[in-house]
């Protein structure tokens, strides 16, 4: 494995990359449909489950705010927040900076649902083996962070 000074040679890189595009997809397949079975019991899908958790972790938003946050279209982002809205767990609120595009909040319900669905993921993960290390993690974080950053989400909308 050849190495610059500042990490890997640009095709093993390129090809180390690869492996983690090929671990995501399905990482995120499974995680989709594991989300939507447990959630089931509340009647959320995977759509509202992202909503409701961007509100939880970010307070009010709008929704072209939500659909940048999560390189969604607004049309999805509003199909989600739509359903949100019709079960509750959603409620509109004046936006002081911008009539038109009201902000969006999380009902007492919805902080009730979205606190249930997130403790059971957090039970599921406290199962990973303690053999990963912070050091770790962290590396991951940053890879992904950084190939989520080169691929942008400057086309949503």
Do not use: W
């Not at 019991?41 to 409701?52: F, P």
């Not at 509109?92 to 319900?109: C, G, I, R, V």
């Amino acid at each position: 494995m050849s190495e610059t000074a500042h990490g890997l040679a640009p095709e093993e890189l390129t090809n180390r990359l690869t492996e983690v595009f090929d671990l995501v997809g399905p990482l995120y397949r499974c995680t989709h449909r594991k989300v939507e079975q447990d959630v089931s019991t509340e009647g959320l899908s995977v759509g509202v489950r992202a909503v409701l958790s961007m509100l939880r972790e970010h307070g009010p938003m709008t929704v072209p705010q939500m659909g940048r946050a999560q390189a969604l279209s607004r049309q999805f982002v509003q199909r989600m927040v739509n359903d949100a809205a019709a079960r509750g767990l959603v409620e509109s609120a004046p936006n002081p900076a911008h009539k038109k595009s009201s902000l969006k909040q999380l009902t007492e319900q919805g902080q009730a649902a979205i606190t249930a669905v997130i403790d059971r993921e957090r039970a599921v993960l406290r199962q990973v083996d303690g053999d990963l290390t912070e050091a770790e993690v962290d590396a991951c974080l940053r890879v992904l962070s950084r190939l989520l950053e080169l691929m942008g989400n400057d086309d949503v909308d």
